[in-house]
């Protein structure tokens, strides 16, 4: 157990939804890293927060927006979801960034039909 | 910009052999390299990393992995595989400024 943790484990949804899902980072981590997984795309790096402000974005699409709240858990917001969303999704979360490794959580399988 | 690359999509070796899993990296500074492995419906766990120091990194598992600075590569390696090591790795970079970069990843499969 990395000791993160993710809500919903699964999500169904429709085509034009929007979802959230919730991630709680490791006990005193400050940095929460969103990441999409697909079998055609592999790992993507979509955006860091750190201590509440957002640090680095990656491939993150306009529709996808996120933010860390004070108590240093995260939400990633997808909306308008297309058939092309479905992908797992992680959260990670670390120490710092730079030298410190990563822990990831479960992940939220998002299906969208 | 960092890149890193797993040339193999799959290793294939039987149990009780040594494994490797390569990883070739790009960076502009100073590399951060990391070695990941998901197993099935799970999220990454982390196994070791090299920052500075000895080029031969120790991790969980019994995996270790060796910093080649000429060659830019970050080799996973195991003395003896076991059944249990299946599964995906991802090899990761960083530098001091940038984010982290995953490779596509290898599956690696051990057989009996």
């Known amino acids: 157990d990395s000791g993160v943790t993710q809500t919903p484990k699964h999500l169904i949804t429709a085509t034009g939804q929007r979802v959230t899902l919730r991630c709680s980072p490791r006990s005193g981590d400050l940095s929460v890293y969103w990441y999409q997984q697909s079998l055609d795309q592999g790992l993507q790096f979509l955006i860091q927060y750190y201590n509440g402000e957002e640090r680095a974005k990656g491939n993150i699409l306009e529709r996808f927006s996120a933010q860390q709240f004070p108590d240093l858990h995260s939400e990633l917001n997808l909306s308008s979801l297309e058939l092309g969303d479905s992908a797992l999704y992680f959260c990670?979360?670390?120490?710092?960034?730079?030298?410190?490794?990563?822990?990831f959580g479960p992940g939220t399988r998002l299906t969208v039909t | 910009a960092q890149s890193v690359a797993q040339p193999e999509d799959q290793v294939n070796v039987a149990e009780g052999n040594p494994l490797t899993v390569k990883c070739t990296y790009s960076v502009s500074g100073n590399p951060y390299l990391f070695w990941y492995v998901q197993y099935p419906n799970r999220g990454l766990q982390f196994l070791l990393k090299y920052i500075t120091g000895d080029n031969l990194v120790k991790g969980s598992y019994g995996f270790e992995a060796e910093f080649n600075k000429s060659q830019t590569s970050f080799h996973l390696k195991k003395p003896s595989a076991l059944v249990s090591d299946s599964a995906l790795y991802f090899c990761?970079?960083?530098?001091?400024?940038?984010?982290?970069?995953f490779g596509a990843g290898t599956r690696l499969t051990v057989k009996p």
């Open positions: 990670a979360s670390s120490a710092g960034h730079g030298a410190y490794e990563q822990y």
């Open positions: 990761a970079v960083r530098d001091i400024r940038s984010d982290m970069r």
